[in-house]
């Protein structure tokens, strides 16, 4: 028999506790004295077993979540028993962090919707037929008016409503309710949708002239990774720039070769990469993760860099990129950068922690200076800017244009201090100056 | 009513005097000596043994009763357990001479009688008979626990299954005669002529009656035997069952080879009490309870007390009084005289009898006495008898440990099959005939003339033109019964109808017309103004095998016959573990026009109490298709007609009624008008309300009312009115019950149960008014009228444009009137 277990309480005064950790996971075998969960209350942290042997069915908070004490957690029972029934009526924050699942049709009984969050507000009398009707048509019941007996709403009154207006979505109407949303009423006729992602503030409303985009997967995972890398590390950004000559005549020198024989495309970025690489050979407090309560130092240079895509930014890694000669480290470059455009990269090379340092290269989009964001846990990233002359002394009073491509350095002082940050970032400087390489 | 019998009013006006003969009392004085030359020793000593195996058997009850131990066994048995201590001569005295034939009904105290009736036919029956009951008898459930145990005779066999299967079934084991759903006033065991005991006081009075109706209907051999204490005199039902039982019109008017008085004993076992209540000089005014006999019939009953503590002298009255019976000359009574040590139950103090008395009787008792007779007579030693006693002690010891084992005797597992009880409530059977043979009928079906004019009527109530065609012209509702019930009559040969008027006149309301030329006498008769009698024979006809029609001509007789209609009927199936069947339709005819006592629809009161199937057809089509269902069943049916409407067509059933046999399932309700706006269910003759209601609805406000006819209370299929209801939303539901408890009110919670969220609206019941019914001319104001049915609507569930309400059905007065307890 399927059987929930619920938040315990642990003292009297407290009313919700925080799940720190799940040790087991939904479908998992269970057996009575298993840890299942850790969890927190403002004084204290506890471990709670497993009481009777069976299967996982279902988990209802997440790790973090603040659950009210004695409310449902989790059900174990047996495999193909419904856990409908113990499913926790009101969960804000189950309801809030799925949107784009939730959204869908629902009665709004049982369901994750509560329904008293549905009712209208004040003294509206519904039948109960006009409240399913009003689910089923998408039907606001706020301010309608009732034409049953005692001024009832009843089914005639929301379809009378339902003839003119959209469908609106069950947690559309909610929030509609509760966030005193609207939605633009010229856009939306008969027989059309609005979710809550259209519904606009009143102030939205008087502007008009604005159009809502839901997240994609790829700019959520972006939006939450950026976040989180400015929220929970220490970020300092330092500008160098490095002359750009000899990279430059490389540069001259490929494009020149490539007319007369088949050699591979080197760029000033794959230059400047391999710059980054040598440097980093030396800076082994760079090539680093830093991981809370210590730091990983890579021997190898597993280099991250940034690739622009129509999917949004993504930032495959190059593992062991020492170990390359020039020409194979622009190959290799090219190739996960095109894996990248073409949706067919091994998503294990987009993650963060593959790569012991990241490069960002904004140059050809004439960016002069910019603070990269790190990549978490990695320590350092180097942004790449655009080339700009400085005038230069050139010996004997003489001044003379020098081309210099501007470098950004961003690191966690977590992880590491300025000074040896700073050096590392001349170290870049100096390999793009004395670049010699074959092609 | 019959034309033959002349009512001269010159005999009847001819002064005289009524002279009575008299009654014997403790005639019987014969010694043992004397009676050497009737009964051989082994009779004599068996007589004793069986006296003292009932003695231990009700002393080991109250043992457990009073100290819940019985030589070393523990036990609580919460239950009832009335004991006949003392009586142990008057049951062994009836029971020596009844063959397996014969049946015996009894009441709340019957062990003694069950066991002295069982012993008796164990005695009687060969061993393979035997053999053959227990095996077959509940597949041999019963059997199989004490067969572990007996290596005796097959005989000895028998009498450890005997006083087995009582005593599981008096401790509630599911090895018990009826599966202990019987228990202690209930039990008994049909294959050894031991029917129903009867826990309410006079019960059996006029069931064991209907018994021996069914034994001289169906020409089956034996008497029947009603076993009821002489508080019970005060009964109505025993009343009923002596007047129904000596109607003239047994001797007089029943065609020859059925001719006779019904072969039924009404033994009174007369312990001298009811519950405290002295019945001879306190509680009733007979002085002897013999002397009732008297006022029944000339042949005064045959009434006589016998010394019910000296049972040679109750066998002797009873092989009298069998020959009597057997002889057509039935009814008797028997006063049998007896005394009960043990109080009315095991809690009982006896604050209302002296020690002095109690120990005077005592020292009579029938055990002793008869054992020193005995003795004395030298049928038996002294050693012999402590031998039988210790043996009986030990039998009994032995089915006692047996019967309190949770492990041999389990009670039934209510919690692993929580339907066990529910699925016997109703045999649900198809049976066409309750007997093969050939019903006895006056001529061919088609001979008829009832049948020949129906065959002139138009069989649907509407011309070409839609035009409604003249009453007398159309197959009416009464029509339909009739066809479905003679139908019945030409098929099995065990049914019979009876009721107040329903032979020549053909029925009250002429629903029987016809019937009379078509029966003879046996099948079709007019009873004796007992509607407890009428219910309560057929209940007896029923359970030994008949198919019966009783007849309650109002609806508002129904009280008359409560504890037939409510206590008896309805239980017997199930209390007998399913051994019992019921196939008895009660017709109950819903009046009007006549006031406050002849118009009420109390289908709602029926319907209640678990047990009973409850119709109310309402057209020609459905009265015919349901009477069909209910006679080819198994299950008491109250089968509701309307008095409003007997002339009705149909109107709804296209082409018309089949002329051929049809059944229309009971409890499938029928969509009469389809619609989307609203669902009206009614139940009876408001159905016509309902659909001049829904053709006011569409002319008026454009509303489609979907019409919905209950037909059936008990069993109902709610999925055509949960569908209907989820497609309108509304639901207002009519009767001619007052509204106040009426079984809409259950329908509307339960519709409101299941299709909450489909409800645009309430379910509003409209009822009749809590009033008396006032005279016909004023009943527009007590019964459900098309303008009830609008106002409410508009009221309660959708206000109708334009509508002018004219009942004030504000919740105010509603609750102001509730208040009242109007």
Redesign the interface.
Known sequence: MATPVIMPRQGQSVETCIITQWFKQKGEQVKAGDLLFSYETDKAAFDEEVKITGTLLGIFFEEGDEVPVLTNVCVIGEEGESIDEFRPGSSEVKVETDEEEKDEFDTG?GGEVPDEKIKPVGDLKV??????RAGELGVVLNGLSG???KG?V???DVLTVAEKQPFITPLARKKMEKDHLIYNKERYKKGERVTSKDLVTQTDQISMDVERIPLSRVRKIIAENMYRSLHESAQITHHLGADARKIMELRAKVKKEMEMREVPNITLNDMVCFATVRALKQHSDINAHFRGDHIIRYRSVHLGFAVDTDRGLMVPVLKNAQSYSLPEFAIKMKDLAEKCQTGKIDPDLLSPSMASFTVSNLGAYGVEMFTPVLNLPQVGILGVNTIQSRPVSMGNGVMGFVPFIGLSLTYDHRAIDGAPASLFLQSVKEEIENFRENI | MPKKLFIDPATERKSGLITFKSIPVNQYQKSIEEEKKNYSNNDLIRIYRDMAIIREFEIMLNKIKTTNEYNGISYNHPGPAHLSIGQEASAVGMAYNLSVEDLIFGSHRSHGEILAKGLSAIHHLGEDALKTIMAGYMDGKTLSVVEKHQKGSEKDLAIDYLLYGTLAEIFARETGFNKGLGGSMHAFFPPFGIYPNNAIVGGSGDIAVGAALFKQVNKKPGIVVANIGDASMGCGPVWEGMVFSSMDQFRNLWEDDYKGGLPILFNFMNNQYGMGGQTRGETMGYDMLARVGAGVNPEQMHAERIDGYNPLAVIEAFKRKKKLLEAGKGPVLLDTLTYRYSGHSPSDASSYRSKEELDAWMKEDSLKHYEYQLINAGVVSSDQINQIKNQVIEMITHITRLATDDEISPRMNLARQPEIIGSMMFSNESVTRMEEGEPVVNHKLDENPRVKQIKRKERFGLDKNGKPISKIKTYQLRDGIFEAIIDRFYKDPTLIAYGEENREWGGAFAVYRGLTEALPYHRLFNSPISEGAIVGTAIGYGMCGGRVIPEIMYCDFLGRTGDEVFNQLPKWQAMSGNILKMPVVVRVSVGSKYGAQHSQDWSSLVAHIPGLKVVFPATPYDAKGLMNAALQGTDPVIFFESQRIYDIGEFFHKPGVPEEYYEIPIGEPDIKREGNDITILTIGATLYKAIEAAHVLDEKYNMQAEVIDARSLVPFNYVPVLDSVRKTGKILLVSDASSRGSYLKEMASTITELAFDDLDAPPVVIGSRNWIIPAHELETYFFPQVHWILDAIHHKIIPLKGHVAIEDLSDDTLISTMSKGV
Do not use: V
């Open positions: 009984i039948s109960p037929r006009a409240r399913k034409s049953g007996p009832r009843i089914e005639r």
